[in-house]
């Protein structure tokens, strides 16, 4: 497959996610003797994802937060990815995360053809 050739305007992508905790830092509060302070903070497990896409050819950054990461929400990217490259073919690399496969990705894929994904190899097993 010669895709430059074949199709020179193709953009390639490459995307990954990322996941942010947010955790408060640890400080000295006055409180009467006796008494716990009331710390009010965010959870320890509160945790910020993002997903994003690099144009590989113009260095342009596609990139979404969401707060968990699942096919629907990969999907949501795909849609992005799409709208901000319309009526352009597109090839997308990405891993081989759980949420890249099921329902919701087949679903974008069947109705853009323009659209094509390659999945990185696994890792070789030593």
């Given amino acids: 497959m010669d895709v430059a050739q074949d199709a020179?305007?193709?953009?390639?992508?490459?995307?990954?996610?990322?996941?942010?905790?947010?955790?408060?830092?640890?400080?000295?509060?006055?409180?009467?003797?006796g008494q716990t302070a009331d710390c009010a903070g965010r959870s320890r497990t509160s945790q910020n994802h993002f997903y994003g896409s690099l144009n590989l050819q113009t260095g342009q950054e596609i990139a979404?937060?969401?707060d968990i990461m699942?096919?629907?929400?990969?999907?949501?990217?795909?849609?992005?990815?799409?709208?901000?490259?319309?009526?352009?073919p597109i090839i997308l690399f990405w891993d081989r995360a759980p949420w890249h496969r099921g329902q919701?990705?087949?679903?974008?894929?069947?109705?853009?053809?323009?659209l094509e994904?390659?999945?990185?190899r696994p890792p070789a097993q030593t």
């Fill in 8 to 33: 020179p305007d193709t953009v390639f992508l490459a995307e990954d996610e990322a996941g942010l905790y947010l955790q408060a830092t640890t400080c000295h509060v006055w409180s009467p003797t």
């Fill in 70 to 88: 699942n096919a629907e929400v990969s999907a949501q990217h795909l849609e992005l990815i799409l709208e901000t490259n319309p009526d352009t």
């Fill in 64 to 66: 979404m937060r969401s």
């Fill in 104 to 114: 919701p990705i087949e679903k974008v894929l069947k109705e853009h053809p323009r």
């Fill in 117 to 120: 994904i390659i999945s990185f």
